[in-house]
């Protein structure tokens, strides 16, 4: 990618137990792992480097303990990390004073909660402007933008309501109302939808989905769901025991996994649901049908009509120009791996 | 295969037999003591007040001004404390004021705002011409703020009260208490949130601030009462400082594990909101902590009813110092009716604080001023109705004696029936229990040799916390031996010994009980509740009906009054075991009893002890107290006589006495309790 990443990590380490910068630094900032364990340290980011570009959203998956939680806290530096360096914007986010945080906080990161984290006191529309009241915005400019963000999100007519009045998903809504309040560079989710029910998560994640088409913000989402990383992500990080052990688009994950545990990962992933067209399809064939798809289709969304269709369907680009062709057989291969 | 399970059974039983050693051992030494103490030297059985006759005071260093001369021997602890207090009292910082200027100073804090309360509610602005509230309006405001809190029910119960202090005559004493209480608890609830904020910002504040929380809620009430003589001096304002010192303690401690229970995300994401600490603190700690804060209100407020009772033996004016006369001259109608007005004042303050705890913030409605602000509306009415009514009739202000009633008469009737009812069933505990049970226990405990005592506790100590335990309980009782009252100590200590035993037989069997069905734990809920709110001092009145003044009187008024934490924690704590193991035990086969014996009581047990811990703690709080009526050569009596004698370093020393013990017990039964729930799985406190 030839922009400019608009957050960046380098070597990031957090470490815990006794005096954890000075062990750090004793080890030449590279502790190994039987270092750590014999110091009796817990390492919960381990030599983490990435790179999040303008409009994208990374999704950082791992099992619980894998240390995503804290690496997004480091990130907005609600933990600080014991070694490596953050640049947000161009900025090393690491050198900035108490004031500059605060100033950043208030006008360029925004954060969602697993648990809300809603303020009981306050109704629906303080909750939302309470980021711009602690800015000393007064009322009657906050509430005109707090009711803006609560009409985004589908929350017209609650403004009066407090938290607890809410259903799980709704008081969601005012915690991804409340982090969008500032207008966020960057906007970081930490397990937004995982105390959620099945349903209400996938119509979340509809949601999410609608609000980024729109705003079209910088994510790092934090997640323990496969499914749910393969919905959003545009990439995805993989994190295990505080490392990350792979980092990269779905299908990358999932065609060329770099370790053991990213395969067990991704063994189960129906492919059709990551797979575009072009990536299977065959080459030009002169007597190509009339049925015509799309070249970045994912294929589970094309499948039932090209097993319905007697001839080889004909692969276009978004011009229209013809780009290759696609069978049943190919169809096939990918919906029924073990039988092929 | 066999081999490996037959060693690891013999394994088990080894370390069975490892653990059980040390505990007989101590057993066998401590029977040994106790049968043959006659044959060790004196100083075996009571720790002679040489010991500490010939530590050096540290008044010498104080400037060459003699502190005033004790002419008791033996105290000399007692003399360290007044050595101090003497430094507190006349050492003169940069040669202007000393301690005491200082805290008299401090003291008019509290006195302008009690003046204008008093003023307000009940004597007027004489200069100004205009009287206290009239009742009437009193009353309506009264049941207003029941109405606007909670319902009707509060309404008619806030109203109801008020209008008994006025019916009943009490007007003036209710009022005086009243603004006593509407004073003193804002302010301590003022200084125990800015205490708890500070421990929550500085960790070594908190380590420093939490054991002296502590030690301040193991002191009895007397204990604040006799260094406040000195410092403040005696009268009404004294008893306000005294009730604000003793209301503090729980609202700073909830305020501290309010703060800190804070959940971590919501932190967060005030941190990313942009708050500076000072609007983290404001905006989001302290209102995310507001329902912890709320219960420490209801808890201070109980606290001064409570103290403004005793407070009136250092001339707290009001309802108290009527309820103490009353029950001096035994007149018992007129005090049984004070008492209620206590009681009316103290079920009425705390429905009105737990409902202020649980109103939810409501909705505004917008429209009219009606609409709006309905409570404020009517409250503006009955003001002005009120107004209009009391010029134009005098008796709507205070209502003339002539008007009011009492029913002391019927009260002293009743009475008379149900004592002289009574006397022949009770005269079977009034005679054989003092020769056959009271007496020989006391003797026991009197001749228990100290040694044993200390190792009872240190031994334990170490059991359950290891040597740093075991020291800090043998500084706790160190402490008393040194103290030159081991006899008195340990009449007090029979006196809670037994009590906590009747205690348990009572309580024990009514908390199963009423955890056996829904209905009689609402029932029982409700009656613990109410009677918990009940000032101690209360207790005496039925108590003394029947029984007159004496050890008995004093051990039963200890009995209901403590026997009620074990009430409440028996059935709370069967009640709360986890459902399916109460299902799994009937599925495989269990009997109702053997439910119970076999699976509710093991699990609830560590919160029984804890309630048994409550009960040792509220019963040293009430010997206290009731040693006014006691007559007993115990702790009580002396701390009477300290403070008729004016000899705070005494009284203080006396206090700690009783403070170590409740300290210790507390430690070692919660020690014991967490370690058994942690590994019994459950939720631990702390």
């Known amino acids: ?340 | 295969m066999n081999k490996v399970v037959a060693r690891r059974d013999f394994g088990e039983l080894s370390s069975a037999i490892k653990w059980a050693t040390w505990p007989s051992i101590c057993l066998a030494a401590a029977v040994v003591l106790i049968v043959y103490r006659d044959m060790f030297p004196d100083w075996f059985v009571v720790p002679p007040n040489l010991w500490t006759e010939q530590l050096p005071l540290p008044y010498v260093a104080f400037e060459n001004r003699m502190p005033v001369a004790m002419d008791w021997s033996g105290t000399n602890l007692a003399d360290w404390f007044n050595a101090i207090i003497h430094f507190l009292r006349k050492h003169e910082f940069f040669d202007l004021f000393t301690f005491r200027d200082i805290t008299r100073a401090l003291t008019q804090l509290v006195v302008w705002p009690l003046d204008f309360a008093e003023d307000l509610l009940v004597s007027g602005f004489r200069d100004l011409g205009i009287p206290g509230i009239p009742w009437i309006i009193s009353v309506g405001l009264a049941a207003v703020l029941g109405w606007y809190l909670k319902g009707w029910r509060l309404s008619l119960l806030s109203g109801a009260c008020i209008a008994y202090f006025a019916v009943f005559g009490l007007w003036q004493l209710a009022m005086t208490t009243l603004s006593l209480i509407l004073v003193t608890a804002p302010m301590a609830i003022a200084i125990g949130i800015g205490l708890g904020i500070l421990a929550s910002k500085w960790r070594w504040f908190e380590r420093v601030l939490w054991p002296v929380l502590n030690l301040m809620q193991s002191l009895p009430h007397f204990g604040y009462l006799i260094p406040i003589v000195v410092f403040v001096g005696l009268g009404h304002k004294a008893g306000a400082v005294a009730t604000i010192l003793f209301a503090i303690p729980p609202m700073a401690k909830l305020t501290i594990v309010g703060l800190r229970g804070v959940s971590s995300e919501v932190l967060d994401a005030g941190v990313m909101a942009g708050c500076t600490p000072r609007q983290m603190l404001w905006r989001v700690r302290i209102p995310a902590a507001q329902k912890t804060l709320m219960v420490g209100v209801n808890q201070v407020i109980m606290q001064c009813l409570a103290m403004v009772v005793i407070a009136s033996f250092v001339g707290a004016r009001g309802l108290g110092i009527d309820l103490l006369f009353r029950l001096q001259t035994l007149q018992l109608g007129r005090a049984l009716e004070s008492g209620i007005a206590i009681v009316l004042m103290a079920v009425t303050l705390d429905r009105l604080s737990q409902a202020l705890t649980e109103k939810e913030p409501e909705h505004k409605t917008a429209g009219s001023l009606w609409n709006a602000h309905p409570f404020l509306f009517v409250a503006a009415t009955i003001i002005i109705v009120g107004t209009a009514i009391a010029l134009l009739v005098p008796e709507a202000i205070v209502l003339p004696r002539d008007f009011t009633i009492t029913l002391a008469p019927i009260w002293d009737t009743i009475i008379k029936s149900v004592v002289f009812g009574l006397y022949d069933p009770l005269s079977f505990i009034r005679e054989y229990a003092p020769p056959y049970l009271l007496i020989p226990i006391r003797e026991f405990f009197k001749e228990l040799p100290w040694i044993v005592f200390l190792g009872v506790f240190m031994f334990t100590g170490w059991r359950l916390g290891g040597w740093r335990m075991a020291i800090l309980v043998g500084v706790f009782i160190g402490f008393v031996v040194l103290s030159s009252w081991w006899t008195e100590f340990m009449v007090t200590t029979y006196l809670v010994f037994v009590a906590v035993v009747v205690c348990v037989l009572w309580a024990f069997p009514v908390g199963i009980w009423a955890a056996a069905k829904d209905g009689r734990t609402r029932v029982v809920a409700f009656l613990c509740d109410t009677f918990q709110t009940f000032p101690s001092f209360i207790y005496l009145i039925p108590v003394i009906m029947l029984f007159q003044v004496g050890t008995i009187s004093q051990i039963l008024a200890i009995v209901i009054y403590a026997g009620i934490p074990m009430v409440r924690y028996t059935y709370l704590g069967l009640r709360s075991v986890p459902n399916e193991i109460v299902e799994a035990a009937i599925t495989s086969g269990c009997t109702p009893r053997q439910v119970l014996w076999k699976v509710r009581l093991p699990l609830a047990f560590p919160n029984i002890m804890l309630g048994l811990n409550q009960t040792i703690m509220f019963s040293l709080f009430m010997v206290m107290i009731a040693g006014f009526i006691g007559g007993n050569y115990d702790l009580a009596r002396e701390i009477f006589k300290a403070k008729a004698n004016n000899d705070a370093g005494l009284g203080i020393l006396l206090a700690l006495c009783v403070a170590f013990l409740g300290l210790s017990t507390d430690l070692l039964i919660q020690t014991w309790a967490n370690r058994r729930k942690a590994r019994l799985g459950l939720a631990t406190d702390n």
Not at chain 1, 259 to 285: Q, S
Request: proline share 4%; hydrophobic share 40%; aromatic share 8%.
């Open chain 1, 1 to 340: 990618m030839t922009t400019e990443a608009k957050l960046s990590c380098e070597q990031l380490w957090k470490l815990y137990g006794a005096d954890p910068e000075k062990f750090f630094a004793s080890h030449g900032d590279r502790p190994t792992q039987a270092d750590i364990a014999s110091g009796g340290y817990i390492c919960a980011v381990r030599d983490v480097s990435f790179d999040v570009y303008p409009g994208e959203i990374v999704v950082v998956m791992g099992l619980s303990g894998s240390g995503k939680s804290t690496l997004v806290r480091c990130l907005s530096r609600l933990i600080e990390p014991t070694g490596g360096e953050i640049s947000f914007e161009g900025q090393n986010l690491l050198e900035a004073s108490r004031k500059e945080m605060i100033d950043i906080r208030r006008h360029k990161m925004g954060m969602v909660f697993q648990h809300f984290a809603l303020l009981p006191h306050r109704t629906v529309i303080d909750n939302v402007a309470f980021p711009l009241e602690v800015q000393g915005i007064n009322r009657a400019k906050r509430h005109e933008r707090a009711r803006e963000i609560i009409e985004l999100v589908g929350l017209s007519g609650r403004e009066r309501y407090y938290p607890r009045e809410l259903s799980g998903g709704q008081q969601q809504r005012v915690g991804i109302a409340r982090s969008l309040a500032v207008e966020p560079d960057i906007w970081f989710l930490d397990e937004p939808f995982s105390a959620l029910d099945p349903l209400i998560r996938r119509e979340m994640q509809d949601e999410f989905l609608r609000l980024q088409s729109l705003l079209k913000k910088t994510i790092v989402f934090i997640t323990h769901d496969f499914d749910e990383a393969i919905r959003l992500a545009d990439r995805i990080a993989i994190m295990y025991e505080g490392a990350i052990v792979q980092f990269g688009p779905v299908e990358e994950l999932v065609l060329n996994p770099a370790t053991d545990y990213v395969r067990d990962f991704t063994k189960e992933i129906p492919k059709e649901k990551f797979l575009t067209v072009g990536r299977v399809m065959g080459p030009v064939v002169a007597d190509c049908g009339t049925l015509s798809i799309g070249e970045s289709d994912l294929i589970g969304d094309v499948a039932a009509k090209v097993i319905d269709y007697e001839g080889v369907a004909c692969v276009r680009d978004e011009h229209g120009q013809a780009v290759g062709s696609l069978t049943r057989g190919h169809v096939a291969k990918i919906l029924f791996p073990e039988e092929s």
